[in-house]
């Protein structure tokens, strides 16, 4: 019977197992702020923060947004929590579409949707203690934790590091780490299935950031969160994503996990970016590097290039470039990229010729020089220097032996000046007298 069994096991082949639904799910997301004018405030144009925007994160994971100031990253945030309405696109958490709820729709979803914002300064009511700011989530839900309110607080601080004790402190008394830390302490208070962090760590301390990094990694791994973190800081995505999303503009150019993005970027702009990444690697000091830096300022939002929005800076652009905006399509296994021409892959536009203003919007600087080239010409001029010095003392004591060889000869008008001389010198002669006697 159990060789039966086995052989009918063996028969049925495995099914792979299925890919977990997304728990957020964004398709065409579109946000434009109109821009009125007029005694009857008629829309005369609209500034275009968020241009049609798609990807999906799953549950568990970290989606990390990178790209310059202005490019949408913090309104394509608060679309994502319901905190602004979308102008158009779809917006979906755990398969209901959440893109046009009202204010009272979306409390039940508060709990699993939380935001932890860039201000730690302003985003915390100075009127009110550390025990009241944590504990208004369970107020404005309703919701009484085991135990009581206060004794959840505090267990939310001793979790994000701080002491339970300040319960009853004000946030001017914490410092900009510890104000951070209680943003964290609130978001979490629900137990939230999605936090969306935006720049949680660029108004900190250097060697505070770390920390927060850290703690944020320490408490998706206890809690299982799912994050999704908007940064500039290419150093602080590398280290805490699973994939990243590169946005230029309102739009996202290059999609991928962390590992082919930082090996191989295919969007000249990703490149450009990771080209200005410092390397913190001794053994890498004093080596060649080439930074691409970008001419011109970026386009405004209020009237956007034609075609691919980075054609205006980029060294590769093409006729097709201008007129025709490139789909965010898949070229690798993980890795999208909405580009004509990219970098590390099939030329998607061959036969094109790359426009003369092109070749002129960049820059390639080399750093990492050896030596620097001051160091180097301040050693030889300190070489230069000590030869010099050395020969004008040897010049020196050859000009001496030679006045010393040229001194005449004492003639006799000289022998009594001598003689007196010698005998001058009463004190040592009687001296010499003396020792010879002795």
């Given at each position: 019977?159990?060789?039966?069994?086995?052989?009918?096991?063996?028969?049925?082949?495995?099914?792979?197992?299925?890919?977990?639904?997304?728990?957020?799910?964004?398709?065409?997301?579109?946000?434009?702020?109109?821009?009125?004018?007029?005694?009857?405030?008629?829309?005369?144009?609209?500034?275009?923060?968020?241009?049609?925007?798609?990807?999906?994160?799953?549950?568990?994971?970290?989606?990390?947004?990178?790209?310059?100031?202005?490019?949408?990253?913090?309104?394509?945030?608060?679309?994502?929590?319901r905190l602004l309405e979308p102008?158009?696109?779809?917006?979906?958490?755990?398969?209901?579409?959440?893109?046009?709820?009202?204010?009272?729709?979306?409390?039940?979803?508060?709990?699993?949707?939380?935001?932890?914002?860039?201000?730690?300064?302003?985003?915390?009511?100075?009127?009110?203690?550390?025990?009241?700011?944590?504990?208004?989530?369970?107020?404005?839900?309703?919701?009484?934790?085991?135990?009581?309110?206060?004794?959840?607080?505090?267990?939310?601080?001793?979790?994000?590091?701080?002491?339970?004790?300040?319960?009853?402190?004000?946030?001017?008394?914490?410092?900009?780490?510890?104000?951070?830390?209680?943003?964290?302490?609130?978001?979490?208070?629900?137990?939230?299935?999605?936090?969306?962090?935006?720049?949680?760590?660029?108004?900190?301390?250097?060697?505070?950031?770390?920390?927060?990094?850290?703690?944020?990694?320490?408490?998706?791994?206890?809690?299982?969160?799912?994050?999704?973190?908007?940064?500039?800081?290419?150093?602080?995505?590398?280290?805490?994503?699973?994939?990243?999303?590169?946005?230029?503009?309102?739009?996202?150019?290059?999609?991928?996990?962390?590992?082919?993005?930082?090996?191989?970027?295919?969007?000249?702009?990703?490149?450009?970016?990771?080209?200005?990444?410092?390397?913190?690697?001794?053994?890498?000091?004093?080596?060649?590097?080439?930074?691409?830096?970008?001419?011109?300022?970026?386009?405004?939002?209020?009237?956007?290039?034609?075609?691919?929005?980075?054609?205006?800076?980029?060294?590769?652009?093409?006729?097709?470039?201008?007129?025709?905006?490139?789909?965010?399509?898949?070229?690798?296994?993980?890795?999208?990229?909405?580009?004509?021409?990219?970098?590390?892959?099939?030329?998607?536009?061959?036969?094109?010729?790359?426009?003369?203003?092109?070749?002129?919007?960049?820059?390639?600087?080399?750093?990492?020089?050896?030596?620097?080239?001051?160091?180097?010409?301040?050693?030889?001029?300190a070489e230069v220097t000590e030869?010099?010095?050395?020969?004008?003392?040897?010049?020196?004591t050859d000009v001496a032996e030679?006045?010393?060889?040229?001194?005449?000869?004492?003639?006799?008008?000289?022998?009594?000046?001598?003689?007196?001389?010698?005998?001058?010198?009463?004190?040592?002669?009687?001296?010499?007298?003396?020792?010879?006697?002795?």
């Amino acid at each position: 019977m159990s060789e039966k069994k086995t052989t009918a096991e063996k028969a049925i082949p495995k099914q792979p197992a299925a890919s977990p639904e997304p728990l957020l799910k964004v398709d065409g997301l579109v946000k434009h702020f109109p821009i009125r004018k007029g005694l009857f405030g008629r829309q005369t144009s609209a500034v275009k923060a968020v241009d049609g925007i798609s990807f999906d994160v799953l549950p568990g994971e970290t989606l990390g947004v990178v790209g310059e100031s202005g490019c949408g990253k913090s309104t394509m945030g608060r679309l994502i929590t319901r905190l602004l309405e979308p102008t158009g696109g779809k917006v979906e958490f755990e398969g209901n579409d959440i893109t046009h709820m009202s204010a009272g729709q979306m409390r039940p979803l508060r709990r699993d949707v939380q935001m932890i914002f860039q201000d730690p300064y302003g985003s915390l009511n100075p009127r009110h203690t550390i025990g009241g700011i944590v504990s208004t989530p369970f107020r404005l839900q309703g919701v009484t934790p085991e135990g009581g309110v206060k004794k959840e607080v505090q267990r939310l601080m001793e979790l994000v590091g701080l002491n339970p004790e300040h319960y009853n402190r004000y946030p001017h008394e914490f410092s900009g780490g510890q104000r951070q830390r209680i943003g964290i302490a609130r978001a979490l208070a629900l137990n939230p299935k999605l936090v969306v962090a935006d720049e949680p760590v660029s108004a900190l301390d250097v060697s505070i950031q770390a920390q927060v990094v850290n703690l944020l990694d320490d408490l998706q791994q206890e809690l299982g969160l799912t994050y999704v973190i908007i940064a500039h800081d290419l150093s602080v995505i590398r280290h805490v994503s699973d994939r990243i999303a590169v946005m230029y503009l309102g739009k996202i150019v290059e999609l991928a996990d962390r590992k082919s993005l930082y090996a191989a970027p295919m969007h000249p702009y990703t490149k450009a970016l990771m080209s200005a990444v410092p390397v913190p690697d001794p053994k890498r000091r004093g080596m060649k590097s080439d930074r691409i830096l970008l001419k011109g300022d970026v386009p405004s939002p209020i009237s956007p290039p034609s075609g691919c929005r980075f054609h205006t800076r980029c060294w590769k652009a093409t006729e097709i470039c201008k007129t025709q905006e490139p789909l965010l399509v898949e070229l690798k296994p993980g890795q999208k990229v909405a580009c004509h021409h990219p970098e590390n892959a099939a030329d998607q536009a061959p036969g094109e010729e790359v426009l003369p203003e092109a070749r002129e919007s960049i820059e390639i600087v080399t750093v990492g020089e050896p030596e620097p080239a001051e160091e180097t010409d301040a050693a030889e001029a300190a070489e230069v220097t000590e030869a010099g010095e050395a020969e004008a003392a040897t010049d020196a004591t050859d000009v001496a032996e030679a006045d010393g060889a040229a001194e005449p000869e004492p003639s006799e008008s000289s022998e009594p000046s001598e003689a007196a001389g010698d005998g001058g010198d009463t004190g040592q002669g009687g001296t010499a007298q003396e020792s010879t006697g002795k």
